[in-house]
């Protein structure tokens, strides 16, 4: 999210997590200031609500990543590079809430899990592509049958208003929710809420 009116018309949503990239690079980067004190004229100020903040993180220094959880009061830090398990436990020591990004083809991808158990909080499984996320391209979900970790996880990649069948029939015992991002985008970090709206609608309706 980018849009300070955009980001108070989603708050308004039956949601829980709200993110924000701060890797350079990405067509979503969130750079926009905060006041010294914040107030209602803060791009963050979502009118008290009860949606958790995520700062997503691409291969970023533990330092600065504390550095903008503090400035952006994130409750958790989304990590999508290369980041190692113990920089994970380093932050987790320090009581940040983290979700680690994982890129899924195969089962055999899983495997890369078992090092950061007990090192985050959730995992997120991503499809496999060139860069860090953004493939706008679902993977088969049924490679996660595979996946026999503690950890809850969060599916993501190419989820779209097409795919409300697909999640309904997902199973896991560790499966903990859908990241929604460029299949309701209207350009990059612009949600058509309209579509969130409807697609929510029906998620929640069956659940």
Known sequence: ?????????LATLDINW?????????????????????KNNSPLTINHSPLKRVGVFVNASVE??????????LDYLQL??????????????????LIKAFPIETKEDLSKTLV????????????????????????DWSVLSAYKGNTPFLLSGG???????EI???QHPFFAGIDLNSGFEITP????IGKLHDFIKEIRKTN
Do not use: W
């Open 1 to 9: 999210m980018r849009n300070p009116e955009n980001i108070r018309q």
């Open 18 to 38: 709200i993110g924000f990239i701060f890797y350079k690079k990405s067509l979503r980067y969130f750079d926009l200031p905060i006041p010294p004190q914040e």
């Open 64 to 73: 600065e990543m504390m550095e903008k959880a503090g400035q952006y009061k």
């Open 80 to 97: 999508h590079g290369n980041e190692p398990a113990d920089v994970c436990h380093t932050l987790h020591k320090r009581g940040y809430a």
């Open 116 to 139: 950061y158990e007990d090192r985050v909080d959730y995992f997120l499984f991503d499809t496999k592509c060139n860069e860090y996320g953004g493939s706008g391209k679902l993977f």
């Open 159 to 165: 989820i779209n208003p097409g795919c409300i069948r």
């Open 168 to 170: 309904l029939q997902f």
């Open 189 to 192: 970090g612009l949600k058509d």
